[in-house]
Nanobody
Framework: QVQLVESGGGLVQAGGSLDLSCAAS????????MDWYRQAPGEEREWVAT???????NYASSVEGRFTISRDNARNTMYLRMNSLKPEDTAVYYC?????????WGQGTQVTVSS
């Protein structure tokens, strides 16, 4: 079992920045890639970014150049630095990992960007 806890969400004005964190605990030795997803009200959950244990990163086109994903393998923690935030970035942000074919999700953290 893996437990994921997100933190760092909040309210920010358009153009501002926020930092999110995701702390993993439990059977963390099985974690390779870690992902951020987000879900806006009335929308499907969408993938935002991925980082592998080796540091390879990939981003959705909607956030590339504005968001930076990183991780500290020693602390089993993943981060998301969000710059130049837009109102359309408003969503609940979720941390996600797959371990031995099982999906694990955090409880989510709300990010609200005001115009």
């Amino acid at each position: 079992q893996v437990q994921l806890v997100e933190s760092g969400g909040g309210l920010v004005q358009a153009g501002g920045s926020l930092d999110l964190s995701c702390a993993a605990s439990g059977s963390t030795f099985g974690i390779n890639a870690m992902d951020w997803y987000r879900q806006a009200p009335g929308e499907e959950r969408e993938w935002v970014a991925t980082i592998t244990s080796g540091g390879y990163t990939n981003y959705a086109s909607s956030v590339e150049g504005r968001f930076t994903i990183s991780r500290d393998n020693a602390r089993n923690t993943m981060y998301l630095r969000m710059n130049s935030l837009k109102p359309e970035d408003t969503a609940v942000y979720y941390c996600h990992v797959i371990v031995r074919f099982a999906n694990y999700w955090g409880q989510g953290t709300q990010v609200t960007v005001s115009s």
